[in-house]
């Protein structure tokens, strides 16, 4: 009994197993129709693909070629155009030798009483480009009257401003001289008598030795005194010179020859450029205004005097005041 039961439990099994592999090819062949479609699908789409690809292919091909046709149409076209052009030119000179040729045609044939029709229209119609091209011409001609005129009238105005620059400049020259003239007479005055201090042309020269002890760019007491007189007489006369007149005094330091041996000084120039800040500065200290000053230093390079005697080197050892423009 125990056998024929456990018979029939492996025999009810079955079933379950068949139906189980039948599920499992089903959805095996499911799947696998799925693939295929999917491949068919894919298949179509790039097919479509690949014509559209190959019809925008001929399309490019087409456009290129109607490109290329368009470009010999307008190298034609501009060929043409040069042509015409070169026609026209011949055109014009031919009807201004007709024009010459029909004006003694035309005498000949009044003269003669002989002309036909047709060679009354051809004079007519020459007759009228003629008269065309005389109203261009006499366009051309005005406006080019036009152009010379205002040319001219601008030449006229830019001289006028020239000479009117010219004038003003002249102007203030004459004034600076006018103020640099009465600067000299009251430095002049000032000055007078006094040893070490000469006019040099258009320059007060002032010996070192009267502003500086020997080797040095301090102002001596005597120095100091004679400076700040100069800067009250300076100050007096710019406050007369108007404002728009450029003017400067000058301050010029000047050295001899001779080698110099100090710290502060190594060459003549640092002396001669030391010296004459100095002169500036105390100026500016007195109230002259800054713009109108300026320092230079030539060094031992503007001898007055060319010896090597002690005096000819005094003399060379100077500061010099000069009044002038900018």
Known sequence: MRRRGARSNGLDAWPGYVDALSTLLMVIIFVLLVF??????????????????????????????????????????????????????????????????????????????????????????????????????????????????????????????????????????????????????????????????????????????????IGSAELSPAGREQMTQLAHTLKGIAAEIPPDLPWILRVDGHADRQPIAHSAFPTNWELSAARAITVVKLLIAEGVKPQNLAATAFSQFQPLDAGDSPDAFARNRRIELRLTDR
């Open 36 to 213: 295929v479609l999917a491949q068919a699908f894919l298949s179509v789409t790039l097919s479509g693909r690949t014509s559209a690809l190959d019809r925008l292919s001929r399309e490019m091909a087409q456009l290129n070629q109607l490109l290329s046709l368009e470009k010999g149409r307008s190298h034609a076209l501009e060929l043409s155009v040069a042509t015409l052009r070169a026609e026209h030119a011949r055109d014009v000179d031919t009807a201004s030798t007709l024009s010459a040729a029909v004006a003694g045609d035309a005498l000949k044939l009044s003269a003669e009483n002989k002309l036909t029709a047709d060679a009354q229209g051809q004079v007519t119609l020459l007759n009228q480009q003629l008269a065309e091209l005389q109203k261009q011409l006499t366009a051309i001609a005005q406006a080019l009257d036009l152009s010379q005129a205002a040319v001219k009238e601008r030449d006229t105005r830019i001289t006028d401003l020239g000479n009117k620059l010219n004038l003003a400049l002249a102007d203030k020259v004459e004034e600076l001289k006018r103020y640099r003239s009465e600067f000299f007479g009251r430095l002049s005055k000032l000055l007078a008598g006094r040893p070490g201090i000469r006019v040099v042309g258009d320059r007060f020269v002032f010996q070192s030795e009267v502003l500086f002890p």
